[in-house]
């Protein structure tokens, strides 16, 4: 079942942040500009693009599409943030600016959560295309797999923070549809270099409602071409703030007694911490190490029992065929 968006539904915001994907930003807006859903606000949220994408907005003359343009790249936790921060619907959903989706997939998801004012996320499977928009059967169903939406049917779950955290099954960008006042979007950490769908995925696993899921393949999801061998310099140096940035969020869902998972969350916290003191100990820093250690050793996130946990969340996955090398 889906709902039409005549003048009495609700407005659901999309917002599609972007940076210098001029072709795949057209086709990402034509997808939502296609929604058999119509009542929208659509917020394209540049980053700064050296080619300006005005021109491709400005394509499709719909008044329902407004442009926001950085003057300088702020990141993209905060260009996620600022787009939502325009929004004004009712509900919200965050597209990638090169993925796709399906001309129903607002309207299949929006109406559960039109029957059930609890429900605070509706979430799809998806297919994966690759650079030119192909679909890949065989890596779909290893995504599926690899995300636990095999191990789901179409309902209603809660709690779910293990389908949020554990198996990390919603794709927040791009695959699902917020209520937007049942987040506290002023929680995202701004200097998150990435990751902002697990934190949004916390946000609302501990949001104190449920979520709606159908297998549907509603959505698009464009995986490109690996990184080429010369760019792995480039990553490794922004390798080290990117840990301690992702440590500190999961340390945040790690205090929160809201959090149910708390072995699985443990033994991420621990397993970053443990990234940390081996690139210390590598570049022979050991003032850095020493405090990092003193650090880690007062949050209690050297515990031997972490161990334990990798082997069960392995051995948990092995069974269930995710896939999952690590838990």
Known sequence: MSVSGGPDGPLVSVVIPTFDRPHYLEIALASVVAQSYAKLEIIVCDNASPRDPSAVVA????????????????????????????ASGKYVAILGDDDVWRPDFIATLLAPMERDPG???SF??????NA??????????????????HLLREGVYDPFDQIALVYRSICVVSGSLIRRGAVDWSR????????????????????GGPCFYTPTRLMQYRYHALL???????VHRSWRGDIRATLAMWM????????????????????????????????????GFSADLRQF???????????????????????QGTGRLLP
């Open 297 to 319: 050793l007062r949050w209690g996130l050297l515990d031997p029992r972490t161990l334990y946990y990798h082997a069960l969340y392995f051995q948990r996955f092995q069974r």
């Open 228 to 234: 080429r061998p010369n760019s792995f310099t480039n």
């Open 132 to 149: 030119e928009g192909t679909v890949d059967a065989a890596v779909t169903e290893q995504v599926t797999r690899r995300f636990g939406r």
């Open 188 to 207: 995202i950490p701004l200097d998150l270099p990435a990751s902002i769908d697990i934190c949004i995925a916390y946000l609302l696993a501990t949001a």
């Open 252 to 287: 945040m869902f790690l205090r929160d007694d809201r959090v149910k998972s708390r072995s699985y969350v443990k033994m991420i916290c621990t397993r970053k911490a443990m990234l940390i003191l081996l690139d210390s100990l590598q570049r022979r820093d050991v003032r």
């Open 124 to 129: 799809c499977d998806h297919d994966i295309i």
């Open 119 to 121: 429900i605070v996320v």
């Open 59 to 86: 394509s499709f003359n719909d008044p329902r599409i407004r442009l926001h343009r950085h003057p300088c790249n702020i990141g993209q936790t905060p260009n996620i943030a600022k787009g939502v921060a325009m």
